[in-house]
């Protein structure tokens, strides 16, 4: 039987342009952020969603999985919401040129992908990896859209929360969704426009505070390489470091629901709690929700992309759609 045809639905394009900088070459822009947007063809949920990618992947990683299915964007779609998809500054159609941006880390390689997304030491939890090892066509296509990341972790962090707090004023109040090393991004953007960010579902974020990112960097300020506001102020991330994470506030989390999404077989759900436990320190309402807590298992790390992505989805659209309806805490 054939599938049934998605509803029709709206969609473009544009960018959150770069700063204007002088080269050799002439004035070039610098670390635009590309936007993809779609919503459904008639109304929409009143808070769209804005879709933040992983470290050295693209706006693509919401729109499909490597085996050809509709990723999360399309069935976000269909469950009413509009959603904006970004390339994160010197990201996929997001031009990198290091002259401009700054130098590059190194190419994504197939042993980092099989490290993040299937390790060997989880094969046997992982029942949702259905892309066979680092040999497969299928990894082949989820490594293609993998490119390198800015070298400075830090700045890299910084551009794309303050192309993403201008993007806010154009959406208006907005639900963040991110994935892994998106997930500061989610954090300063909310940071770089307080009360724009109405809620955040954190899926798989890089953690805990203060980590050691390999082949990144250090979350230097908390669970961000980029500075991020405290109050009262700390001028220095040694200072942030040193300070008791129960004083540790943010202004701009303050009382924002924020969903920590884990998959069962995935690392990351190890130090989910120590995450969920800084951001509640911060002031944030915030909670793991964890897949096997909700029927679901098998999943790792890309947990967006793995062969039940149309049910992992399912306990975050419950989580966005409640909070629309949840009376606001005074």
Known sequence: MAAAP????????FWIPGDRVRTAHGTCQRAPMFVYWEAPAHGA?????????????????????PDGRPGWAARFVDAGFAVYIVDRCGHGRSPYHPDVIGPMAAQFPYEAAQGI????????????????????????????????????????????????????????????????AGGPVGWLAADARP???????????????????????TLSWGL????????????EPAQARAADPARLRIPALAD??????????????????????????????????????????????GLTLEANSDRTITPVLDWITAREHAPTRS
């Open 256 to 301: 924002v629901p924020v969903a920590v999404v884990t998959g069962g077989a995935s690392d990351f759900a190890d130090f989910a709690p120590e995450v969920v436990s800084f951001l509640a320190a911060a002031g944030a309402r915030a909670e793991q929700l964890h897949l096997p807590e909700h029927g679901i298992t098998g999943n790792g790390h």
């Open 117 to 180: 997304f299937f390790p060997d030491t989880a094969a046997a939890q992982q029942t949702q990896w259905s892309y066979g090892g680092v040999d497969s066509v299928l990894v082949d296509q989820l490594v293609a859209p993998m490119g390198p990341l800015p070298a400075d972790f830090a700045e890299s962090q910084r551009l794309d929360a303050e192309r993403l707090g201008r993007l806010l004023d154009i959406t208006g109040p907005a639900v963040v969704v991110t994935h892994s």
């Open 195 to 217: 009360g724009r960010v109405v809620a955040i579902a954190a899926v798989e974020p890089i953690g805990p505070a203060f980590a050691e990112i390999p082949g990144m960097g």
């Open 224 to 235: 961000t390489a980029a500075p991020v506001t405290y109050d009262p102020p700390i001028p």
């Open 45 to 65: 949920r009143p808070d769209p969603l804005i879709l933040v990618h992983g470290g050295g992947g693209q706006g693509t990683d919401w729109t499909g999985t």
């Open 6 to 13: 998605r509803p029709a639905v709206r969609r473009g394009q």
